[in-house]
Nanobody, 112 residues
């Protein structure tokens, strides 16, 4: 069974940094980070293909960096210059063919 396990969330002050990590048990075509704040829909934060191409939400460009390994089964999210608006549960997604797999989520809280 394919599994994704996230780590690295926590509490940080405005302007601080956190690094999220996700390790999967499969080989994924692409891996991504999503987030969901209370009362809001889940939104894409950043995505990385197995070829190394990346894309970011406008709200995090220049502050967040997604990276991963060549095997296509890990993905990290380096988050700098964090803002209170970044507070959310962050989820890792991995895609194999047309099937999508989700991690359990990790909480990120940014205090002002």
């Amino acid at each position: 069974q394919v599994q994704l396990v996230e780590s690295g969330g926590g509490l940080v002050q405005t302007g601080g940094s956190l690094r999220l990590s996700c390790a999967g048990s499969g080989t994924f075509v692409h891996m991504a980070w999503y987030r969901q704040a209370p009362g809001k829909q889940r939104e894409l934060v950043a995505v990385r293909s197995v070829f190394g191409t990346t894309n970011y939400a406008d709200s995090v460009k220049g502050r967040f960096t997604i990276s991963g390994n060549d095997a296509g089964n890990t993905v990290d999210l380096q988050m700098n210059s964090l803002k209170p608006d970044d507070t959310a549960v962050y989820y890792c997604l991995g895609k194999i063919g047309v099937r999508e797999y989700w991690g359990q989520g990790t909480q990120v809280t940014v205090t002002s």
